[in-house]
């Protein structure tokens, strides 16, 4: 077994019916998967979420509390008791990733197009950075329809220490067409939106996710490309990895060297359009951060979609494992 790290893997069902294998108790969408292999649910999370659980943020020096997206809201959790309050924050929705930068949580509020900070000593809203000054004009293709949708997933510092969001549509505009009773979107329009020196970076993504900076580098999921790509510190690509699948959530282990990527499952409405044998489970991909080579395929169950991955030391893994002590 080529795991090296214990992990907690999020995932959910998928939100579209049509999608749907399993039904809504079938699903456990915080998991962990130690480094023997073994994949135990976290039962705490079970049935929180329409859909699970997108992202659970925890900062080293706020002790006993856990902070969870669950695509409306957000629940600071505290793990003694098991109770949770809401954040007060209004008009959020389709939450992805939320984190800590500094000791404020960073929200993507995908819904409205926002980047979030919040103050979470102080239970205050500190600023709501829309993206709307970023919009372009639009430009329709024929029997394309539109959305105004930079669809914001990721909130980050890049290496120089700038704030950053990850966006699959530059523009401000996601186009697409329906075609066999699927949403098809024009891809190739995502990229980086620096926040401080209010510059936009082409990256030509398609529906990207999860950024991460490794080794002097940053690791993007170009989902809908099935690829991780590698840039350097000034986004000129090195390098790309195969994953073969629609990549979200990331993490490493510099100690191992091992890059943990999400893969999510084939949908099944795209099953009539992929090539044969093109569809595989949600699974965890292990790579080599200095080869860029893959080192094995873990598959996960429970789950239809992976939202992320995160590597747990040992106090992280007996704090997620305590809670299952609080199910009644």
């Known amino acids: 077994m080529s795991v090296k790290n214990d992990l907690l893997i999020l995932g959910s069902q998928n939100s579209k019916e ?22 135990k649910p976290v039962k705490f999370f079970q049935d929180w ?48 990733d939320i984190n800590f930068l500094e000791d404020t949580l960073w929200i993507s509020n995908t819904e409205f197009d926002e980047a979030i900070e919040y103050d979470v000593r102080s239970d205050k809203v500190v600023q709501r950075i829309s993206l709307s ?98 840039y350097d510190r000034n986004w000129e690509l090195t390098g790309s990895i195969r994953t073969g699948g629609f990549g979200r959530g990331v993490d490493f282990s510099e100690e191992e060297e091992i ?24 699974r965890v991909m292990l790579v080599d951060i200095k080869t860029r080579k893959e080192l094995d395929v873990i598959s996960i169950p429970n789950i239809e979609q992976v939202d992320n991955v995160y590597v747990l030391n040992k106090k992280m893994k007996a704090l997620f494992e305590n809670l299952n002590t609080l199910v009644a």
């Open 259 to 282: 890059a943990y990527i999400g893969i999510s499952a084939t949908r099944k409405r795209y099953l009539r359009v992929i090539p044969a044998g093109g569809k595989h489970d949600n």
């Open 133 to 230: 000054e970023y919009r372009t004009d639009a430009e329709v293709e024929q029997s394309e329809e539109i959305k105004d949708q930079f669809h914001c997933n990721q909130i980050f510092r890049d290496y120089n220490g700038d704030l950053c969001v990850l966006i699959h549509n530059i523009t401000g505009w996601q186009y697409f067409r329906i075609v066999l009773e699927m949403l098809i979107r024009r891809q190739g329009d995502g990229g980086i939106i620096n926040l401080d020196k209010k510059k936009v970076l082409q990256l030509k993504l398609q529906s990207p996710h999860s950024v991460r900076k490794i080794n002097n580098e940053y690791w993007v999921q170009d989902s809908s490309d099935q690829t991780t790509k590698i």
């Open 49 to 96: 979420g329409e859909v699970g659980v997108s992202s659970i943020a925890w900062h080293p020096n706020i002790e006993n509390y856990l902070f969870v997206s669950i695509n409306t809201e957000i629940r600071k959790v505290n793990v003694n008791t098991g109770h949770y309050t809401v954040l007060n924050i209004p008009k959020i929705a389709d939450l992805h």
């Open 18 to 39: 049509a999608d749907q294998e399993l039904t809504r108790d079938q699903i456990y969408p915080v998991q962990i998967l130690d480094r023997n292999g073994v994949i």
